[in-house]
C-alpha cells in the first residue's frame, strides 16, 4: 500500500537520551518534511529535504538533525531530549515535479519526554 | 513571517452549513491549502486555492480573495464524521514554497 510509514508510534524517552524517528515514503515523491504539532500551536516544521542529499532547516529546528541519504527515508533525530520536544511528530512527502505538490502525512509518532 | 488566523473553535448542527474563516500575510503568496485532521490522526489533503475564487468539492467549497488574504472553507450538509480540525496552510515562494499552518479549527457536530 503506496504511503507514508513513521515508527515508533509513540515512545516515552528520559531526558538527555538520544532518539531517532524514523520516516519511510514509497510514493518516489522528492521531497520530505517533519513537522512537530502541539496544542494551540499547529504544525510547525523542523526541517525538510527538497530531494535526496539536500536538507534545510525549518521554522523549529533547534535540537534536531536530519539526514537524506536516498529518496525514500528520512530520519529526524534528537541528540539529547528535553522535556519542551514533548511532541507529536509528523513526517510528510510532497512530489515538486508537478501539479499542487500537496503533502502526504504519516501517522504521526507521539514522542513524551521525562 | 507569515501570519496566519483561523477561530479555535466552531460548533454546528448536523446538516448544516459551516464557514472556517482564515486570513493570512505572506510576502509571496503562491497557494493556500485546508487540510482536515481527526483527532489523533493524520492531516489529510481536503483542497487548494491559488486563484481568486471558489473551488468546490463535493460538499466542501474553499474561496480565496489574494487582495484580501482571505479565505474561508463551507462544509456544507454536515455529518458527524465532519467533526475534526480543520487546518489552513500557506505556500509562500519567498520562503522556498515551504507551508505555513495556522493553528486550526475545531469543529464540532452536534444531533
Known amino acids: 500500500i503506496a504511503g507514508i510509514t513513521q515508527a515508533p508510534t509513540s515512545q516515552i524517552l528520559a531526558a538527555g537520551r538520544r532518539m531517532t524517528l524514523r520516516c519511510t515514503q514509497d510514493?518516489?515523491?522528492?521531497?520530505m518534511y517533519w513537522y512537530r504539532q502541539d496544542l494551540g500551536l499547529g504544525l510547525r516544521l523542523i526541517h525538510y529535504?527538497?530531494?535526496?542529499?539536500?536538507?534545510g532547516k525549518g521554522e523549529v529546528p533547534d535540537g534536531y538533525s536530519v539526514s537524506r541519504a536516498n529518496t525514500d527515508d528520512f530520519p529526524l533525530t534528537l541528540a539529547s531530549a528535553v522535556p519542551s520536544q514533548t511532541s507529536v511528530y509528523f513526517c510528510?512527502?510532497?512530489?515538486?515535479?508537478?501539479?499542487?505538490?500537496?503533502?502526504?502525512f504519516g501517522p504521526g509518532t507521539r514522542l513524551t519526554v521525562l | 513571517g507569515q501570519n496566519i488566523d483561523q477561530p479555535t473553535e466552531m460548533t454546528a448542527t448536523e446538516g448544516a452549513i459551516v464557514q472556517i474563516n482564515c486570513t493570512y500575510q505572506?510576502?509571496?503568496?503562491?497557494?493556500l491549502f485546508w487540510y482536515q485532521q481527526h483527532a489523533g490522526e493524520a492531516p489529510t489533503f481536503l483542497s487548494y486555492?491559488?486563484?481568486?475564487g471558489l473551488e468546490e468539492k463535493g460538499r466542501f467549497s474553499s474561496f480565496l480573495s489574494r487582495s484580501k488574504g482571505y479565505s474561508y472553507l463551507l462544509l456544507k450538509e454536515l455529518q458527524m464524521k465532519d467533526s475534526a480540525s480543520y487546518l489552513c496552510?500557506?505556500?509562500?515562494?519567498?520562503?522556498?514554497?515551504?507551508?505555513?499552518f495556522g493553528g486550526g479549527t475545531r469543529v464540532l457536530v452536534k444531533p
Open positions: 505572506t510576502s509571496g503568496f503562491n497557494g
Open positions: 486555492n491559488v486563484l481568486d
Open positions: 510528510a512527502s510532497s512530489d515538486l515535479a508537478g501539479g499542487i505538490n500537496e503533502q502526504f
Open positions: 510514493m518516489r515523491h522528492n521531497a
Open positions: 529535504s527538497n530531494t535526496a542529499g539536500t536538507t
Open positions: 496552510a500557506v505556500r509562500d515562494a519567498a520562503a522556498g514554497n515551504k507551508l505555513t
